[in-house]
C-alpha cells in the first residue's frame, strides 16, 4: 500500500492549488512507530507530511463531524462508509467533500506486534506483504496478513464506497468470510455465562472514553456519561457505571457502526470493544439486511418502519 | 448480554384492549417474579455516586 502515498500527495496538491478544498485530512507519520495520526494539511507545500502505510487505522470521519469548510478527506472503506453516515445524518454536507479514495488491504495490529516481542518496537517498516520489526538487538520480517486487525482480517467493504478521486486502482474484496464467529461464540452461552464474559472483558476499564473518542458515530455535543443534569450514569469506577457505559454506548452505534475498529484500536487497556457492536451489527444484518454506510440514500432501519419488519418479539 | 429470557417482554396493547392488558401484566409479573430480583443492574446504596 506504500505505493499509495505518492498518488495522494499529487491528489491533495491538485485539490489544494486548484482550491477545490481548504484542507485535505490524511496521515502523517506519528512520533512512535505503528502510531500514523490524522493530519489537517491546508497548505500545498504541506503535501510531503502525508504518508501511508498500514497504519493509518484511525478514522477520519471522526474529524468531518460539523466541518463548514470545503474538505479533501482520505477514505478507506470504513472511513468511506463513515462519511456515508455522516451526510445521512446531516453532520457534513456532501457538497462540502472530496473524498480521496483509497483502497484498503487491511490495517496491523499494533498490539500483536508489540506481544511478540520483549523489547522494545523502535521501527516499522513495510514492504509489500512484508513487514519487517526492528529493536534493541533483534530485526524480524513477518507477514502482514497475519498481523491484521480482527476487523480487517473480517471485512468486505476494502474498497470505498463513495469517493471522488482515486488513490490507487480498487482491489479485490474478501469473499466467504466469516465474520460473525465471535459473535456466533457468545451468543451460544447461558445468560450466567455471558453476564460473567462481559464482566471480564469490560474489567480492565478505566473509563478513559477513548473508545468514544475515537468513534465517527459519537458526536453528541454532550454524551451521555458526561451530562451531570440529569445524570444518566455513575460517573465512578463501579462496574455497575462501567457496564451501563459501555452497553449504552454500544447501543448508541447500533445500526450505524461500520466495524472501523477505531474504538478497539484507542483502548488503552486493550479492551475487545468490538464484541458489544459486533453484535448489534449481526442484528442489523440478519434482521433488517442492512450495513451501516453501504447505501447513500436509504435511511438506516433504526429510524425507518417497514412492514416486513421482523416483529416476533412483540407478544 | 446476559438478562435472563423472560425478564424483558414487548406487547402491543390497544386502548381499547382492557382485558388483554390485564392479562399480559399477570403474566409478566409472573414470569418475572418466578426469575427472581434482578442484582445484575444494582448497585450498592453506599456506592451511588
Known sequence: ?315 | MGVEPGRLSFSWISSAESTKFVDVVKDVTATVKALGPNNNFKKAADKVA
Open chain 1, 1 to 315: 500500500m506504500l505505493g499509495y502515498i505518492d498518488k495522494i500527495r499529487e491528489i491533495s496538491k491538485r485539490l489544494l492549488d486548484e482550491g477545490r478544498v481548504d484542507m485535505v485530512i490524511g496521515f502523517r507519520k506519528g512520533t512512535m512507530p505503528m502510531m500514523n495520526e490524522p493530519s489537517f494539511v491546508k497548505n500545498p507545500g504541506e503535501v510531503s507530511k502525508l504518508v501511508w502505510d498500514s497504519n493509518c487505522g484511525i478514522n477520519l470521519a471522526n474529524y468531518l463531524t460539523d466541518r463548514k469548510e470545503k474538505i479533501g478527506v482520505i477514505a478507506k472503506g470504513c472511513d468511506s462508509r463513515n462519511i456515508v453516515t455522516h451526510i445521512l445524518e446531516n453532520k457534513i454536507k456532501r457538497d462540502k467533500l472530496v473524498i480521496i479514495g483509497v483502497p484498503c488491504k487491511g490495517m496491523i495490529d499494533r498490539r500483536r506486534i508489540t506481544a511478540m516481542f520483549d523489547a522494545e518496537v523502535r521501527e516499522v517498516n513495510e514492504e509489500g506483504d512484508t513487514i519487517t520489526v526492528k529493536g534493541p538487538g533483534f530485526e524480524k520480517k513477518l507477514k502482514k496478513s497475519d498481523l491484521l486487525q480482527e476487523n480487517c482480517s473480517t471485512c468486505i467493504h476494502r474498497n470505498p464506497v463513495l469517493y471522488d478521486e482515486l488513490a490507487a486502482p480498487l482491489v479485490e474484496e474478501q469473499k466467504d468470510i466469516e465474520r460473525y464467529a465471535e459473535v456466533r461464540r457468545i451468543e451460544a452461552m447461558s445468560p450466567q455465562e455471558k453476564w460473567q464474559y462481559f464482566e471480564d472483558l469490560i474489567a480492565p476499564c478505566i473509563r478513559c472514553y477513548a473508545c468514544r473518542n475515537a468513534c465517527p458515530l459519537c458526536y453528541c455535543p454532550t454524551c451521555f456519561v458526561d451530562e451531570s443534569r440529569p445524570q444518566w450514569v455513575g460517573k465512578s469506577q463501579d462496574e455497575t457505571d462501567i457496564r451501563t457505559f459501555h452497553f449504552l454506548r454500544a447501543y448508541h452505534c447500533a445500526g450505524r457502526c461500520t466495524d472501523c475498529g477505531a474504538c478497539e484500536r484507542a483502548c488503552p487497556v486493550g479492551i475487545k470493544v468490538r464484541q458489544f457492536t459486533g453484535k448489534l451489527n449481526k442484528d442489523c444484518l440478519e434482521m433488517f439486511g442492512w450495513e451501516a454506510g453501504v447505501l447513500p440514500d436509504e435511511r438506516p432501519p433504526l429510524d425507518t418502519f417497514k412492514p416486513g419488519d421482523p416483529g416476533d418479539f412483540i407478544k
